[in-house]
């Protein structure tokens, strides 16, 4: 199995938080989804017609530092995405492809 692995830092003065939500800051879901299949895309060309399957939030992501990971398991179209913050899971899916 081959793993990604990055730490990114989400910059509490970009101005996505000023409006999502003003006072909380939280990262939409769908940025979360989209800097995962971008990742994955630096390792694995994927195709159109790829998947996003089964994600769930765990938690809200706030501005601060953050660990993603992708797992790709050699041969399978496939690959499993989580997202933690402060050791905790925020966020994991699934982004499939087809053969």
């Known amino acids: ?12 003065s970009h101005p996505l ?3 999502h939500f003003p006072g909380s800051p939280c990262t939409p879901g769908s940025l979360i989804i989209h800097g995962l299949v971008q990742l994955l895309q630096e390792q694995v060309p ?3 017609g ?4 089964r ?3 765990r938690r809200f992501l706030v501005p ?4 993603c990971e992708i797992d790709l398991e050699p041969g399978d179209n496939q ?5 933690y913050a402060e050791g905790h ?3 994991e899916g699934l982004v499939e492809w087809p053969a």
């Open 1 to 12: 199995m081959n793993t990604i692995r990055t730490e990114i830092l989400l910059d509490a």
């Open 17 to 19: 938080y000023a409006s």
């Open 46 to 48: 994927l195709p159109c």
């Open 50 to 53: 790829y998947r996003v399957r």
């Open 55 to 57: 994600f769930r939030f």
């Open 64 to 67: 601060g530092r953050c660990v």
């Open 79 to 83: 690959a499993r995405c989580r997202v």
């Open 89 to 91: 899971l925020a966020a």
